[in-house]
């Protein structure tokens, strides 16, 4: 087609040199408004450096500090630096330049995923429109999601989820464009190195060699190079080793490139070689996997019940379409001019048609949640543009060609700065916050454990070099042992499963809790009902205890304590949900004269000791106030107004919070503990208490 008549460029390699520079510089210049916004503040502050505002980045800090150090030999989690390119690279980085573990782990994701620049400028290149490249890697090096997911402290291996594919397409799409060995080597390898990068994505990239090699067959079947590139590409996808694959491809790309081989024994082999793929690799299971697990979510259908973690994480939850086009474009509209950008350039360089996953899983998004939309970003960027291109080649001016095109780019690229101008993350947790785990890490041992949820495990790996029975990557049945032990009624129920769950753990070779203490099977399945209330006898037969065990309770998790309570709300047996507790915090309330409006039609009558909620009026049980003195010690006010009313009010004066809460929220042991410093002496002693995080340390 000849829709597009615009001037093609010459850009040497000095001046590309030149565009690769500045889009990489603003990049890294974008993602220094947050750095900015939040340098200085001493709160975020540790080691006279901003912390991180991801929590998993804390898996891999960990395993970076203890490839540096070695003091986390009992924590059966750490990675290994060889098997994942985000310790390896952190490793490396801070033992060659001055910089600091924690540093380096604050601009890693900027400096890494900033990168994407250069594949999207070179493959503009192929096709001799470096310039669409330029303003194209501009816009996607900082859109939305992908800015989202790469910023300044969100150190995650989330840095090479879009850059690495992209690297990729540009291989192959080069491999295509010049069909040389030289370039199928170099996307073989390209392949190989991924899952060391990303290996989360290797479904994107199955999808992307398999339409490879189907678009090879499809134009270019009876090309002897066609057969050499698919062999050397589904090498690189086998599901062995990548030592011994990098041995295979080396010595095939010799044997090729002395065309040992005549076309028929290519063919044949190609075949092979791809079917060794499909199955090595357990394509079909990878690819389906992926998409199922996101798209059926509920508890278990065999066994014990347990409710299911993806219930409740936002990120694996339909999405309207409009927060699926902020976040791949910053707008609708970019959105739309995105893909059909798309189509257009599919149109005029079939080649593109290999980027069709990563706009695929962009548009999954919709059903699989807002995770997806990362991975659209830089082909979107790439397709908006070059639309672009395309209506401003209807100008037969030159210079009103480019500054159509400069200014639709800067009106594309203007929602997504004010995004991220807005997007004020806050660090995982503030200097007091730390404080108390390194407080805990001076007079803990690393092979004791801390009992949290999931959501601050790896902070408290790399913090106080503990261990959990949790985390951000193990959040299994597990979470059942940890949600009731923090929302039970009963500490000493508590206390011996916190103690039950830590042993049986440690000596069933760090299996699933809940599986090894219930023991999931259909012949002689303990009851888990009658199990959890012998728990409740102080007399119950406990394990030897052969390490230390804290509870860490932060004033923050009252943000998630009705998720907390969702994983052991259930009967196990059945898998249905007992009676939700009630819940409900208030930090924007209005007090007046006569009541207190804490909002969402929840008001407290002053005069009359009486609490509405919504419709429904009735007496308040107890109404508590809480508050630090001089000397840090919480003092308590609590008035008894009618001890048969099912509704207790909380008012956390440092905090300039209220909680209002039914009688099982009210006792559970977190609230009772964190909220009241209320506990059994002969079960837990306190060992930091703080207005945001409390630590008590396990007696039995």
């Not at 910089?99 to 070179?122: E, K, Q």
């Not at 979470?479 to 753990?505: D, G, M, P, W």
């Not at 023991?519 to 728990?535: D, V």
């Amino acid at each position: 087609m000849n829709f597009l008549e615009i001037e093609k460029e010459n850009i040497n390699t000095k001046y590309l040199l030149v565009l690769i520079a500045i889009a990489y510089m603003f990049s890294i210049g974008v993602r220094m408004i947050w750095v900015y916004q939040f340098n200085g503040l001493d709160n975020f502050m540790w080691t006279d450096q901003l912390m991180i505002n991801t929590n998993d980045g804390y898996i891999w800090g960990t395993s970076a500090l203890n490839e540096l150090t070695g003091n986390f030999e009992n924590n059966p989690r750490i990675m290994d630096m060889f098997g994942y390119a985000t310790i390896f690279f952190t490793y490396l980085a801070v033992k060659i330049t001055p910089f600091s573990l924690d540093t380096v782990m604050l601009y890693m994701p900027a400096v890494v995923s900033s990168m994407v620049v250069i594949p999207i400028i070179l493959i503009a290149r192929l096709y001799k429109l470096t310039l669409w490249g330029f303003f194209a890697a501009l816009l996607g090096s900082i859109a939305w999601s992908y800015y989202n997911r790469t910023m300044i402290g969100y150190y995650d291996t989330d840095m090479f989820s879009a850059m690495a594919p992209i690297f990729i397409l540009y291989f192959l799409m080069k491999t295509i464009e010049y069909e040389s060995l030289d370039n199928a080597l170099y996307s073989a390898l390209a392949i190989l190195i991924y899952p060391f990068l990303y290996d989360a994505g290797l479904s994107i990239v199955y999808a992307i060699g398999l339409i490879y090699m189907a678009y090879m067959v499809v134009f270019h079947r009876k090309e002897e190079f066609t057969y050499q590139s698919i062999i050397l590409i589904a090498i690189a996808l086998l599901g062995i080793p990548s030592l011994i694959k990098l041995v295979i491809i080396g010595t095939v790309y010799y044997l090729l490139k002395n065309k040992v081989f005549p076309l028929q024994q290519l063919v044949i082999a190609s075949v092979i070689v791809v079917i060794a793929f499909l199955i090595s690799g357990n394509v079909g299971g990878i690819i389906w996997g992926k998409f199922s697990s996101y798209l059926f979510r509920g508890t278990e259908a065999e066994g014990l019940h347990f409710f299911q973690v993806k219930q409740t994480v936002r990120e694996a939850g339909t999405i309207p379409f409009s927060t699926m086009a902020n976040r791949i474009s910053g707008s609708s509209l970019g959105v739309i001019v995105a893909f059909i950008g798309y189509i257009l350039l599919v149109i005029k360089h079939r080649p593109f048609i290999l980027a069709l996953p990563l706009i695929g899983i962009g548009l999954f998004s919709l059903w699989g949640g807002l995770r997806f939309t990362v991975y659209a970003v830089p082909v979107a960027a790439m397709s908006a543009i070059f639309l672009f291109y395309v209506v401003a080649s209807y100008i037969r001016n030159d210079i009103a060609k480019y500054i159509m095109i400069i200014g639709l780019t800067v009106a594309m690229i203007f929602p997504n700065i004010i995004h991220i101008i807005g997007y004020k993350v806050p660090t995982v947790f503030t200097k007091t916050e730390v404080q108390t785990l390194d407080k805990l890490k001076t007079i803990s041992d690393s092979k004791d454990y801390t009992l949290a949820w999931w959501d601050y495990g790896y902070p408290i790996w790399y913090y106080s070099n503990t261990n959990t029975l949790i985390d951000g990557g193990k959040h299994n049945n597990d979470n059942f042992i940890i949600s009731k032990i923090l929302t039970s009624t009963s500490q000493i129920q508590a206390a011996n499963l916190s103690r039950l769950a830590v042993e049986t753990y440690v000596n069933s070779n760090y299996k699933i809790v809940a599986d090894t203490i219930f023991k999931n099977k259909k012949e002689n399945q303990l009851n888990p009902n009658i199990f959890l209330e012998e728990l409740k006898k102080r007399d119950y037969t406990l394990p030897k205890k052969t390490r230390d065990v804290y509870l860490y309770l932060p004033n923050k998790m009252l943000n998630i304590l009705p998720t907390v309570t969702l994983f052991s709300n259930l009967d196990l047996m059945t898998g249905k949900q007992n009676t939700r507790p009630f819940f409900y915090i208030s930090r924007g309330f209005k007090d007046s004269v006569k009541t207190i409006n804490l909002g969402n039609n929840i008001i407290i009558n002053k005069q009359t000791g009486e609490i509405n909620i919504g419709k429904q009026k009735l007496k308040v049980n107890s109404f508590v106030v809480t508050e630090y003195n001089n000397k840090g010690v919480l003092q308590k006010n609590i008035q008894t107004v009618d001890r048969n009313s099912p509704i207790n009010v909380i008012f956390m004066k440092n905090y300039n919070q209220f909680l209002v809460l039914d009688q099982k929220m009210y006792n559970s042991l977190f609230i009772q503990m964190f909220a009241l410093e209320n506990y059994d002496k002969s079960l837990f002693e306190p060992v930091v208490l703080t207005p945001l995080s409390k630590v008590y340390k396990l007696k039995i």
